[in-house]
């Protein structure tokens, strides 16, 4: 049966999903199993998106995460291929994002939409959003949790912290730059140690929305952006 189009699903850690994430995983276990080796030509999007389940434009965002990943590539004219069945080392040197925006760009709105969020969320969170972010948070905890994966709770993890801000502006304002922050993550996750590290922030933040603590959930949120932008730095006086 098809999952109709923007909805969400839970799966048995109960966080909600969008359905385009959930088969973007479902075809990545397709690619990393072997079932589809490189060099396969999947089907058209419309047979592809009746073998998943999901509307043509959830299939075709899925398709969107995995190429961005470095999973397929698509070639105009010919169709897409799986050509790798490991994410790509995407090359972080390059920083532009989609929309004519830069990762500074990004961290800057981040920054701001973020630490603003997680202090309101600290003051009004509702028993809903701490669950909703603990089981995030227990999903994202394992250390075999693909880069993908991860990248996925991720967005989920803040756009939580959003919503549980009770600011309906400051959700649409993360939402706006969710297509943006998909772009980064998948580049900047491959950094040694990022992931690790990113999920140790989340945790600290959570911890200290949980507990009521605004000015220190704000500066949490704070450093986990700009722990990142030092990363980053790192990384160009290396090269």
């Known amino acids: 049966m098809e999952v109709a189009e923007g909805s969400m699903s839970a799966d048995h850690r109960g966080a909600r999903r969008k359905v385009s994430d959930v088969a973007a995983e479902q075809l ?4 990393t ?8 030509k999947l089907a058209a999007e419309p047979a592809l998106a009746k073998e998943f ?3 043509r434009s959830s299939m075709r965002e899925a398709v969107r995460t995995l190429s961005a990943a470095g999973y397929l590539r698509s070639s105009h004219g010919s169709g897409v291929f799986v050509v790798s069945d490991r994410p790509v080392n995407t090359a972080i040197s390059d920083r532009t994002l989609s929309g004519g925006y830069t990762m500074t760009d990004l961290l800057e709105a981040r920054e701001a939409i973020e630490a603003r969020s ?23 905890a394992p250390r075999e949790v693909s ?28 939402d706006s730059i969710a297509p943006q922050f998909l772009q980064y993550s998948l580049r900047v996750i491959t950094i040694p140690g990022r992931q690790r590290h990113a999920h140790l922030d989340h945790c600290d933040i959570a911890e200290a929305v949980f507990a009521g603590d605004s000015e220190n ?11 990142v932008r030092q990363e980053l730095r790192a990384l160009d006086n290396i090269r």
């Open 33 to 40: 199993s072997g079932e589809y080796p490189a060099g396969t």
């Open 28 to 31: 990545e276990l397709k690619i």
């Open 217 to 227: 959930a704000a500066r949490l949120a704070r450093a986990h952006v700009d722990a």
């Open 147 to 174: 880069q993908q994966v991860f990248v996925t709770l991720d967005a989920q993890f803040h756009r939580q912290i959003a919503e549980a801000s009770s600011n309906p502006l400051l959700l649409d304002i993360w």
């Open 118 to 140: 997680a202090e309101l969320a600290a003051a009004r969170i509702s028993d809903h959003h701490r669950e909703v972010i603990q089981s995030i948070l227990a999903a994202a």
């Open 53 to 55: 389940g999901v509307g």
